[in-house]
């Protein structure tokens, strides 16, 4: 079965700092990839997703940006961070054989812009 | 469009009382796959189960029981005989079958208290 990491576990960062958020998944070959951002509270958002190396689609305007280098490496990214960018964010996969679409979740990075 | 309305947003129960959380979907997809996720305190999201939706068996694991209705759009989470390790935030989710990018839809979530 798949495992995902992701890492900082969390992060505090200044407005206008960049920002590199890391996923990397194992147990699995050619997964769908997803990136999504829970604010304090709320439901989660859908910000990206990929179905193979470098396919990006974004779901979300917004100032931030996603790449997938390597079949299991998913990096989110930012030039310049928001206020509006805290929240916890979380990366998931499809098993590789995408049989039945259930995601698996990482343990989520924790996002905090001063 | 597809759609998940979870109604009840926060839910407290005494522990060991039984607590149903409810879900319902619409969709225009005759196959479709339908989701419940778990997210405890620690924030990760932990996958419980998924029905399929030419699969109407209701379906029993442990505590936890789900029971699929196509004639009413529903598909509703039971937990039986409640712990304090059952509180967390319960997601129901749908996703469209055979499609490339294995989208999900979230509901917008139950939180869940079980009050020792």
């Known amino acids: 079965s798949q495992t995902i990491h992701q890492w900082p576990a969390t992060l505090v960062q200044p407005v206008g700092s960049p920002l590199s958020l890391e996923c990397t998944v194992e147990?699995?070959?050619?997964?769908?990839l997803y990136w999504y951002r829970q604010a304090a509270g709320r439901g989660l958002q859908l910000l990206f997703y990929?179905?193979?190396?470098?396919?990006i689609s974004s779901e979300v305007p917004q100032n931030l940006s996603a790449s997938r280098p390597q079949d299991r490496q998913f990096i989110l990214s930012s030039k310049k961070l928001l206020l509006s960018d805290s929240g916890f964010y979380l990366c998931?996969?499809?098993?590789?054989?995408?049989?039945?679409?259930?995601?698996?979740f990482g343990p989520g990075t924790r996002l905090t812009v001063l | 469009a597809q759609k998940v309305t979870q109604a009840q947003t926060e839910i407290s129960v005494v522990e060991k009382e039984d607590v149903t959380l409810d879900c319902v979907y619409e969709?225009?997809?005759?196959?479709?796959?339908l989701f419940w996720y778990k997210q405890p305190p620690s924030g990760e999201l932990v996958f419980l189960i998924r029905?399929?939706?030419?699969?109407?068996q209701n379906e029993i694991s442990g505590r936890y029981s789900w029971n699929f209705q196509k004639s009413t759009s529903s598909f509703n989470f039971t937990i039986t005989a409640s712990q304090v390790v059952d509180s967390a935030v319960y997601f129901c989710?749908?996703?469209?079958?055979?499609?490339?990018?294995?989208?999900?839809?979230f509901g917008k979530g139950t939180r869940l208290h079980i009050l020792p």
């Open positions: 990929s179905v193979g190396i470098g396919q």
């Open positions: 969709t225009r997809d005759t196959t479709y796959y």
């Open positions: 998931a996969c499809t098993s590789g054989t995408r049989i039945y679409n259930e995601q698996f």
């Open positions: 147990g699995t070959s050619n997964p769908n």
């Open positions: 029905r399929n939706s030419f699969d109407e």
């Open positions: 989710a749908l996703s469209e079958a055979g499609i490339r990018d294995d989208k999900i839809i």
